[in-house]
């Protein structure tokens, strides 16, 4: 009887702790007995034939790394049926029964499309956004949150040195998570998210003035990137207050470094179920962490789920930090 064959890919955004969801797929479904492959540069390694076979070695010494050692891009010829069809088809050329898909939403659309293509997919939230709505954790949070709290830790020194106020746009386009955990850890005067409507004058110059008159003569204003604005932001701060205000965008940095602890446990929880149901014969589900737990859900019950914003901890973070 011939071994199972399964591959792994990584798609969209790169995260830290991806590499660590690699290295637990492939040991895991060697020690099944499967052989595995790596699929470069995403779904368009599936177009390509850009796939290599596999072995305990070709994971060595990834654990800590950031990035993706296969790679990541995204594919505009696999949105297209004949794109999804010629991935398949390249799938079954090569014996590929199965494939775990590492990354956000847009690649778990993907990998529904290559499971009805008839090639089983398991999804493995990967994202420092923390976005995905079936999934209380994604990979790659922790590291962009310990990231993005280091560098405003060094920007709030120049801050105080100066009693300016900083404006530091985190990630996040469409989830404030990162902008309001990072701004509770760094005791920032405001926190702007895209889930929470907000006016300037109550939500941001009003709690600076509350908060000179006990004293404090230095900010920190934390803007999700989905609000966008920042330089502005701090225009409008400047010339209203008459506070020297500096606007900061943290950007791409904040998807780099070696994972923490936790992305590395997580990523290694999560790719290690990716093949338990894979062995079973199982697709169309994502692999996610509801109560510290890790479980799976149907991909296309998982895509149609509402996100919830921690509106209770955005009020505790309003309370706290003045």
Same mark, same amino acid.
Do not use: W
């Given at each position: 009887?011939?071994?199972?064959? $399964? ?5 969209? @955004? ?46 060595s010494d990834i654990i800590g790394n950031g990035g993706t050692m296969l790679y ?123 889930e929470v409507n907000y006016d300037i004058e109550k939500d941001v110059i009003a709690?600076? $003035? ?18 966008? @604005? ?52 199982? @697709? ?39």
């Open positions: 009887m011939s071994k199972k064959k $399964i591959a792994v890919l990584t798609s969209g @955004g790169d995260a830290p702790g991806m590499n660590a969801a690699v290295r637990a797929v492939v040991r895991s479904a060697i020690a099944k007995g499967m052989d595995v492959y790596g699929v470069y540069r995403g779904y368009n390694g599936l177009l390509n034939g850009d796939v290599e076979q596999m072995n305990l070695r070709s994971v990541t891009a995204r594919s505009e010829e696999f949105r297209t049926l004949e794109g999804q069809k010629k991935a398949a088809k390249h799938c079954n050329e090569l014996g590929i029964t199965g494939v775990v898909v590492i990354g956000g939403d847009g690649s778990f659309a993907g990998a529904r499309a290559l499971t009805n293509a008839g090639v089983n997919c398991i999804g493995v939230p990967g994202t420092i956004d923390n976005d995905i709505a079936c999934s209380e954790y994604t990979i790659g949070f922790d590291t962009a949150m310990n990231t993005a709290i280091q560098m405003i830790d060094k920007i709030r020194d120049t801050a105080q040195s100066h009693d300016r106020c900083s404006v530091v746009e985190v990630m996040g386009r469409r989830c404030g998570d990162i902008a309001l955990q990072v701004g509770i850890a760094c005791g920032a005067t405001a926190i702007l998210v895209p709690r600076i $003035i509350d908060t000179q008159k006990t004293g404090k003569q230095h900010f920190v204003v934390i803007v999700a990137e989905g609000v966008g @604005g920042v330089n502005d932001l701090a225009k409008y701060i400047e010339r209203r207050l008459g506070i020297e205000t500096r606007a900061t965008i943290l950007g791409h940095v904040q998807r780099g470094g070696s994972p923490t602890v936790r992305d590395r446990v997580v990523a290694s929880m999560m790719g290690n179920r990716a093949v338990e149901l894979l062995a079973q014969g199982l @697709g169309n589900r994502v692999v996610a962490m509801r109560d510290g737990k890790i479980v799976d859900f149907d991909i296309t019950e998982a895509l149609d789920m509402p996100r919830v914003f921690d509106k209770e901890l955005y009020e505790i973070a309003k309370t706290i930090s003045i």
